[in-house]
């Protein structure tokens, strides 16, 4: 091995072994909480686009079986079925570099819980999902409160991370591999044309690129986290 990568490992061996675990551990019962807080940040994505570009949410649902969906009144449909997908892929890069590159975990991780609590108490009407939405707003505010700012640290960047390396998954599972569902990128192509499998590639290759950069400019000093922080 190369001193190269020796230091690399040496340096940012805490968020490998992050990444390797919830990998290893994705479709367990251990991170379905995770799973389900990325459904919800998908849905957020098209709640905001349609909110941004004039529209009006008018469901917003989230289910046990990590399945979601928002139904929306006007705004840009182009803008808002595209989101989905690129926002959480922002919303989880935003996280992760807040974590990395920043020192406003606590901050941050708080901002975070107070934002799901809002989204949830405005727009989700479904007991499980309102269940979901203020317990996570509430975990997330305790740990932000009461915990050493290191826990706060490790959550944005386990949330950050895994929301994000999980968008190119979803695309390539619901708009390539599973082209005849009824996805984002199906609705896209009906809706203003083209074909289900090239919006699928084109969002995939733009979160592709994103990721890298988003890691190439966070790991550009050491990522682990201090044991005494």
Request: glycine share 8%.
């Amino acid at each position: 091995m190369t001193s190269r990568a020796t230091n690399f490992l040496r340096d940012h061996w805490q968020l490998l072994l992050l990444v390797a675990l919830v990998y290893a551990l994705w479709r367990t019962p251990v991170l379905l909480p995770l799973r389900l807080l990325t459904v919800f940040f998908h849905e957020s994505a098209h709640a905001l686009a349609t909110i941004l570009t004039g529209g009006t949410v008018v469901e917003f649902v989230i289910n046990a079986n990590e399945s979601g969906h928002v139904l929306s009144r006007g705004g840009s449909r182009f803008i808002t079925l595209s989101a989905g997908y690129l926002g959480s892929l922002l919303i989880g890069a935003a996280l992760f570099l807040l974590a990395v590159r920043t020192r406003w975990d606590r901050r941050s991780l708080g901002a975070l819980g107070a934002i799901i609590a809002c989204i949830t108490l405005l727009y989700v009407r479904s007991l499980f999902a309102l269940a979901f939405g203020l317990g996570t707003a509430a975990a997330l505010l305790s740990v932000a409160y009461w915990l050493r700012p290191a826990f706060s640290d490790f959550l944005l960047r386990l949330i950050g991370a895994t929301s994000m390396i999980y968008v190119p998954y979803d695309i390539f599972a619901d708009t390539i591999r599973g082209a005849a569902a009824r996805s984002d990128a199906r609705m896209l192509a009906e809706e203003l044309g083209g074909a289900t499998v090239l919006w699928g590639a084109l969002w995939l290759a733009i979160s592709l690129w994103c990721i890298f950069l988003v890691f190439r400019f966070a790991l550009r000093s050491p990522s682990n986290i201090a044991l005494t922080k």
